[in-house]
């Protein structure tokens, strides 16, 4: 399966054009500026739904009982309303996530799960990268590729259903820690094998590792780098890995850095190569960083997500 969708992939970088440009649409915010928590009010407000939908995916999926299930994690309105469309929880490769519609908010949602099973922690640490792309020098991360190709095909029918259904709704593909580096792989599997989601698609991301070598990075940023929103908190050790030195590990832009517990903000941009923005989270020494920076994106996952984690 994997490798037919390297193929399809192949085919779709080959048929679609390039989208060079860069920029954080709609949500008004400039590469290599300062913001101030309360000139964002509403990049809050989006941080914190999308983070609620990576959460009810971790927290939901593992209870198998629904939204009222998962605590907090799952009040909010923005999970509450939605309307479920399809879940999967695999074993091998591992992967967990939802599809869903909010139809106030006029989403479609494809959300994926973080590290919330034992056995998840064999994928995070499959760092050995393998080709993206059968027969070019593009390479990713092999454990988070295999959760993504081993289940991205189920969902294309029923995104492309809802995308009948609900013309004028956007796609919103999201996922913290480990299910980050999912929606970004999905989100560029699927670019390419549904009509139209390049035009209706968002990938937010919190917490996310590195998913690529630059070469990925680069083509990532130019198929969905001007759509794409890689939020990181300030001194999110998750973030940091793999470490550039391994195999090449870069990361893709655009990234929305958390500076501070009050939600200050400094929008990062790469530039060429796999020169990170030295200051955005790049800044901080790994050995200043701690993982409660990785559970706490403006308050989420919320204390009582840890009731959910950990089972096998």
């Not at 999926?61 to 479920?84: F, N």
């Not at 195999?247 to 400094?266: A, S």
Request: glycine share 8%.
């Amino acid at each position: 399966m994997r490798k037919a969708w390297a193929i399809f992939a192949l085919c779709g970088l080959l048929l679609i054009p390039e989208n060079v440009a860069m920029g954080y649409r709609d949500v008004d915010l400039v590469p290599g500026h300062y913001y101030s928590a309360r000139e964002i009010g509403h990049v809050h407000d989006l941080i914190r739904r999308y983070m609620r939908y990576s959460t009810a995916a971790t927290s939901f999926v593992e209870l198998s009982a629904g939204w009222r299930s998962c605590g907090s994690a799952c009040s909010s309105p923005d999970v509450q309303d939605v309307m479920l469309n399809m879940t999967w929880s695999v074993d091998s490769p591992l992967s967990d996530g939802f599809v869903s519609v909010h139809h106030h908010h006029k989403e479609i949602v494809v959300a994926w799960a973080g590290t919330h099973r034992y056995r998840a922690l064999l994928t995070d640490m499959a760092v050995f990268p393998v080709p993206y792309i059968i027969g070019a020098s593009i390479n990713v991360h092999s454990g988070f590729l295999d959760s993504v190709r081993g289940v991205v095909h189920r969902l294309v029918p029923h995104l492309e259903q809802l995308m009948r259904d609900y013309p004028d709704y956007m796609v919103i593909f999201t996922g913290h820690s480990k299910g980050g580096a999912e929606a970004v792989l999905s989100a560029l599997d699927l670019v390419r094998s549904i009509d139209g989601l390049r035009q209706r698609i968002r990938v937010w991301t919190f917490g996310q590792p590195r998913v690529g070598d630059v070469q990925f990075a680069s083509l990532y940023n130019q198929q969905l780098g001007a759509v794409t929103y890689r939020v990181t908190s300030f001194g999110d050790p998750v973030v940091a890995v793999p470490p550039r030195f391994l195999f090449g590990y870069c990361h893709h832009n655009l990234e929305i850095w958390l500076m501070n517990n009050e939600g200050d903000v400094y929008v990062g941009h790469n530039r060429t190569g796999c020169s990170e923005d030295p200051r955005a989270s790049s800044s901080i020494d790994f050995y200043d960083r701690s993982i409660a920076w990785h559970k706490n994106y403006l308050g989420l996952p919320p204390t009582d997500h840890a009731e959910a984690e950990f089972s096998w």
